[in-house]
């Protein structure tokens, strides 16, 4: 008996890891928070161990309306124009 | 990027054993599942005129495509007849759109369950359930279609319990969650009507369901009385969001609401404005949100939300009510929304009638 394949036909999509950063002193933090319970509070403590680690500088706090949706297009790029890298996580 | 060419598997010609072997690829929802064979899949897609590989919905997290091809197998897996493809595919161009989160609300702890409501003549023309045991089993397209939803999350979508499903318990229409509205003895234009499709067109509508809560009272004569049983359900401490609602008023509640006079529109004032806790109440309960309360009683607030209350929801169309279930009983019931928020915004498409168009 021959059998379809329920799966989906859409080839694997490549992912890509961003490269590491060499160093994260005195690097430009920003804070992704997705608007559930804490969440804000949690990144913030977070990124002031950064601060006070690493020397480095919290500069944009982002939300999202949506916790569970990805994050808009528009909010990632210009997050990635502000800063060296993101912290962002589950609150709740 | 191109789709693949769908695989075709060899099975076990003995069809105890086809079924063992869908068992042991991983396809099946824990039930057995009809084997897809190729024929099957053919009758089932000549239930929709357009070309095999035409993508009807897309899984934004996983980047993954269905196809009308891998719809068909999985509603031959379901046990589904062809012609129920097109509540089936309805369905999904519905839950495509972005404002009902198909990410979030097929992977959240919250566990929700697309229940689809379909509304309208082709319901009764491939002989939908909206009679009595509604949510029961029993009736083949309530329950394969249902079905098939399930199994297309999973084998096309990958949401792997456990894995990338992440329900905290899950609910029990997250094997199948399908109903039709009952027309007979409906006070109330029906949803596919209320929803502006034109005469004879049928809807479904794709909702994230939370579970089923029964709202039982044999003793209420009049609206409110029912009514205030059904708000009662929706504002308890464990359901009360901002999230949408739908109620199914069964037959004996209804013509309480019907024969009054009331509109479904006033219904939904009545049950808007309600559905409340305090705000004390819901600081009580460690569930209180300043972000969540300014949303309902910040600017463009409804007039019905009233301060120093949270209200289920934002305004009155957020609550889908019809009717449905047997003529015998006082049980309607409330489906709470997933998510805290608003995370998905039910969604409806229009059925389209196989290009034979025997079931117009």
Redesign the interface.
Known sequence: ???????????K?KAFRAPPLASIDGLRIGILEN?K?NAEEMLNEVAALFVERNGCVVRTLASKS?????APGNTLVKVAQEVDFLITGLGD | MAALAPRIHEAPDDLLAAIDFCYEQGWTDGLPVVPPAIDRVKAMLAADSRPPETVISHHPATGLDLSLHAAAVNAVMAGCLPEYFPVLVAAFEAMDRPDFNFHGSTASTGGSAPLLVVSGPYADAIGMNSDVNLFGPGNRPNATIGRAVRLILRNVFQMLPGISDKSTQGNPGKYSFCIAERSRGNPWPLLCEAQGYAKGVSSVTAYAGGGFCNVENHGGNTPEQVLSSVADTMANYGCITLGQTVVILAPEHMKIVGDAGWTRERAQDFLFSQAKRSIEGMKGVGKYRDREYDKQHGEGAHALAEVGFVHRGLRPDDILITMGGGDAGGHSCFIPSWSRGRGSIMQHAPIALPPDNKRS
């Open positions: 008996m021959q059998l379809y394949s329920p799966l989906s036909t859409t080839p999509r608007g319970l949506n916790a569970s949706a990805p």
